[in-house]
């Protein structure tokens, strides 16, 4: 149920239409006439709020409860009514004012759950590692454009998909696939890493060795309603971890005491000559 934004004119003119012909239909049917004079004026003012909002609404019960008295009521083509008329009137205004109210506070409540939502994928678009989001059964609902580029698929072909389709993650050492952190986390509800040495392996086949975190995503009353999961190529560190082992491999068999320093003269590195 969403609110159209239209120009006061047409929601005003929707309310009065709307009421008209509940007016109509309710004259041509005589079930209607004779039982439930005010059902689909309850329907009415109901779709008066959801297309216009309050204001439209109140005129629509307005005119309901006039046009009611006037052309339904006995006698008919007169405002005057006795006390079960009045009666009943009363009831239907109560009834259709809490129609109104509730209308308006679940169009209240979705325009806040569409804001949230794209405030989240604003958020989760921007950030600079590769995020994936899943909903309550493992399947991708969104993926950052960094995400995208190192699985090597695009939001709209993995949405829907199994995480494990689009997330292919292995041991880098023994080749075994590595377990689904998403599986993990919707079963024990918990915050889960990765394993060192695990290789995402892309839709085109790259091998990008990776870390990352998976974490629930949690309703207000605490459910578990899906998954982040954010990880990041690690590929420059590890080259650079590997270089240093490197280096300091090709220190230890100089046959010359080798010592290194700080800016402050404090030993960040001394080879086995030196020691």
Same mark, same amino acid.
């Given at each position: 149920m969403s609110q159209v934004k239209h120009s006061p004119m047409m929601r005003y003119g929707f309310a009065v239409l709307a009421v008209a012909l509940a007016l109509l239909l309710t004259s041509l049917i005589p079930p209607l006439h004779a039982r439930t004079p005010f059902a689909l004026f309850y329907i009415a003012v109901m779709l008066s709020a959801v297309y216009g909002g309050r204001t439209p609404s109140l005129l629509a019960t307005v005119l309901s409860v006039v046009t009611t &008295?006037?052309?339904?009521?006995?006698?008919?083509?007169? /405002?005057?009514?006795?006390?079960?008329?009045?009666? @009943?009137?009363? +009831?239907?205004?109560?009834?259709a004012l809490v129609i109104s109210s509730l *209308?308006?506070? +679940?169009?209240?409540?979705? #325009?806040?759950?569409?804001?949230? !939502?794209?405030?989240?994928? $604003? *958020?989760? @678009?921007?950030? !600079?590692?590769?995020?994936? %989001? $899943?909903? %309550?059964?493992?399947?991708?609902?969104?993926m950052n454009t960094v995400a995208q580029t190192l699985t090597g698929w695009g939001l709209e072909e993995a949405r829907? #998909?199994? /995480?494990?389709?689009?997330?292919?993650?292995?041991?880098?050492q023994t080749r075994d696939a590595v377990e689904?952190?998403?599986?993990? +986390? /919707?079963?024990?509800?918990? *915050? +889960?890493?990765? &394993?060192?040495h695990t290789i995402l392996i892309a839709r085109d086949g790259k091998e990008i060795p990776i870390d990352?975190?998976?974490?629930?995503?949690?309703?207000?009353?605490? #459910?578990?309603?899906?998954?982040?999961?954010?990880?990041?190529?690690?590929?420059?560190?590890?080259?650079?971890?590997? #270089?240093?082992?490197?280096?300091?491999?090709l220190l230890n068999e100089v046959e010359q005491a080798v010592v290194?320093?700080? @800016?402050?003269?404090?030993? *960040?590195y001394w080879n086995q000559f030196a020691e």
């Open positions: &008295a006037y052309f339904i009521f006995p006698p008919k083509y007169s /405002l005057k009514v006795g006390f079960e008329e009045v009666f @009943m009137l009363a +009831v239907f205004t109560f009834v *209308t308006e506070k +679940v169009i209240g409540a979705e #325009k806040s759950a569409r804001l949230s !939502g794209t405030q989240l994928s $604003t *958020t989760l @678009m921007s950030i !600079g590692d590769a995020v994936i %989001a $899943t909903d %309550a059964e493992g399947r991708i609902a969104l829907g #998909k199994p /995480l494990e389709e689009v997330f292919k993650i292995v041991n880098e689904n952190p998403v599986a993990r +986390v /919707l079963h024990e509800g918990i *915050t +889960v890493g990765l &394993a060192n990352d975190s998976g974490a629930p995503i949690r309703d207000e009353e605490g #459910k578990i309603t899906g998954v982040v999961l954010v990880f990041r190529d690690i590929s420059e560190l590890k080259e650079a971890d590997e #270089k240093i082992r490197f280096q300091a491999h290194a320093t700080d @800016m402050e003269g404090r030993i *960040t």
